[in-house]
């Protein structure tokens, strides 16, 4: 098929294109930034020079290329060091995910793209009460922390936006991502000690390997129905569990440990809630519905292989 993949050169797009083009796809692949045209070339994928939010040449690219799938995959996530505001920290990918997402749906409808393949998240954005594994037919956080608000509803524009705009809308919500050209800062933190365990560590993660996300990605460009889809490994952990066997696997000290009510002024409430309340995700549907197995069922194997990597 052709295929017009969006942030080809990040942290997905840049395991997607090589996976597409080995099944045997014809990839017209975008970047903001001139100087990775020619890396997108020389893996064998067709460069466009695009911004996302130029909806006039969005639309005029994607046009041009007359794909059978776009996948939306653009984000602007340069700096992750601090989530004391992630309001502040996503304000142009939140742009993205919404003037972008409408002007790739736009464009789909002029090109005649039955097929929207776009990014999501899981993880925080899930309802803090109740079980501590959620499925797709949960519903989203109904109080979201102030600082991160506005992310919540870009990510709720992307979710309610694609599968009604085009016959086949899928969304695919990835969990906390590791692995190669992944997370590098987190690991650095962790082996620095810079991410201690806040309030016992019971907020639940669920994660999700670079390449895994890419593969899942393949897969539902290639079939599945429209809708969510959490991709995420089989093995959502309490911070308490997998933050000190990262430490373990990266040869560091164990890490720190703070009380809530210490943590809650160094790191802020979004931190807190990530440590202590966030809930993780299932990933039965997208096994069933996309006939995708992640090759890391669990974080523990794949912690190992990014490190020792």
């Avoid at 933190?189 to 019971?202: C, E, L, N, S």
């Avoid at 390997?209 to 089989?234: K, Q």
Wanted: proline content about 7%; hydrophobic content about 40%.
């Amino acid at each position: 098929m052709r295929v017009f993949v969006t942030g080809a050169t990040g942290a997905v797009g840049q395991h997607l294109v090589p996976q597409l083009l080995d099944a045997g796809h014809k990839v017209i692949a975008t970047t903001r930034t001139p100087g990775k045209a020619g890396r997108l070339r020389d893996a064998g994928a067709e460069p466009v020079i695009l911004d996302g939010l130029d909806r006039a040449a969005v639309i005029a690219a994607v046009r041009a290329a007359a794909p059978e799938v776009i996948v939306h995959q653009m984000t602007a996530l340069a700096d992750m060091r601090s989530l004391r505001n992630p309001d502040r920290l996503f304000t142009a990918t939140n742009e993205l995910r919404i003037r972008g997402t409408d002007n790739l749906l736009a464009a789909a409808a002029e090109a005649g793209t039955r097929r929207v393949i776009a990014q999501s998240y899981t993880g925080w954005p899930n309802e803090r009460c109740g079980g501590k594994v959620k499925t797709e037919e949960d519903p989203l956080d109904s109080r979201p922390i102030p600082s991160a608000a506005r992310t919540l509803e870009a990510i709720r524009h992307v979710e309610q936006t694609v599968p009604r705009s085009v016959p086949e809308g899928i969304v695919l919500r990835y969990g906390s991502f590791y692995g190669p050209g992944a997370s590098d800062i987190m690991l650095d933190a962790v082996r620095k000690r810079q991410i201690p365990v806040i309030g016992g560590g019971t907020g639940i993660w669920s994660f999700i390997e670079i390449t895994d996300a890419a593969a899942a990605t393949v897969a539902a460009i290639e079939r599945g129905t429209p809708g969510l889809y959490n991709v995420v490994d089989s093995d959502p952990a309490p911070v308490a569990a997998w933050l000190p066997y990262l430490a373990g696997v990266a040869g560091a000290k164990p890490p720190l440990r703070l009380p809530a009510w210490l943590g809650r002024p160094l790191a802020g409430e979004f931190v807190i809630v990530q440590m202590t309340s966030v809930r993780g995700s299932s990933n039965e549907k997208a096994r069933a519905g996309l006939g995708w197995e992640p090759r890391y069922a669990s974080w523990r194997e794949g912690f190992r292989d990014w490190v020792s990597g």
